[in-house]
């Protein structure tokens, strides 16, 4: 019965996980709480852990599926008849050099966390700092929202980030890799509204940074994992596939929602409820936990 209600978890956290990690609110306060309330009764010891990084890897391949011609460097020109590619088609440099600048803004994220993760998330990986974190980030969105109001962004089109802006995006993902809570996309957000770049540029280089960045954090857990000696059962391998199938098909319909979202409407709203949830994980933790 243990394992039954463990697969529907699966599917739960994979809804939570496919919602909440796109939408700036931090998946991380989400999953915190889905975990006090619906913890893996099967399951060994820190399985937990590695279960809700691996997951991400379906968020992950919804954006590379919806965004595919917007991120893929290879093709044929649509005015050639006839063409005779190579193996990979004709090269697209405009999409090379926006891979160039994602590996800029990964920069920063990828030696910090490579030195430091283990240390952040003993210091900060708990209710308390989560719950600051998604107030804090909650009240930038309101501020930074309201200073952009009569503003107009410098940068509006993907082609226009230039590597400077990308490196200056990426060392404010630094935020999310040292404060648990803070939310990837949302520092992301907050950090490119700042310096000019309007929200749809915003959310889409969040999407694609992701890419690298979330894939190369689940890849780092698992191998830490099974260096220590970790292994997993083949129940536990399956709900890391529940949930990682999950996660997808909810990612697809979430990236689609905020992209149509975003252009009628700001990023105040999710301001607003990350402080209500900050809020709600603090009492929780602080006073009745």
Known sequence: ?????????????????????????????????????????????????????????????????????????????????????????????DKIFLWLKIMVACVPAVIIGLLFDDVFDALFYNPVCVSIA??????????VENWNKN????????????????????IFQLLAAIFPGTSRSGATIVGALLIGVSRIVAAEFTFFLAIPVMFGASLLKVVKYLADGGSFTGFELVLIMIGTIVSFFVSLFIVRFLMS????HN????????IVLGMIVLLYFGLIK
Do not use: C
């Open 151 to 170: 503003r107009r962004p410098a940068v509006r089109r993907l082609d226009d980030v230039t590597f400077k802006t990308a490196l200056l995006i990426g």
């Open 1 to 93: 019965m243990d394992k039954f209600f463990d697969v529907i978890k699966a599917m739960i956290y994979g809804i939570v996980e496919g919602i909440t990690e796109w939408l700036p609110v931090s998946s991380t306060g989400h999953l915190i709480l889905v975990e006090e309330f619906l913890p893996f009764k099967s399951t060994g010891e820190g399985f937990f852990d590695i279960f809700d990084v691996v997951i991400q890897l379906g968020a992950i391949i919804a954006v590379v599926i919806l965004f595919w011609n917007k991120i893929w460097p290879f093709g044929l020109p649509q005015n050639q008849k006839n063409p005779q590619p190579g193996i990979l088609g004709y090269v697209k440099l």
């Open 134 to 143: 998604l107030i804090v980030f909650g009240v930038a969105f309101i501020v």
């Open 267 to 274: 990023f105040k709203i999710f301001g607003w409820y990350r």
């Open 261 to 264: 979202f975003i252009k009628k």
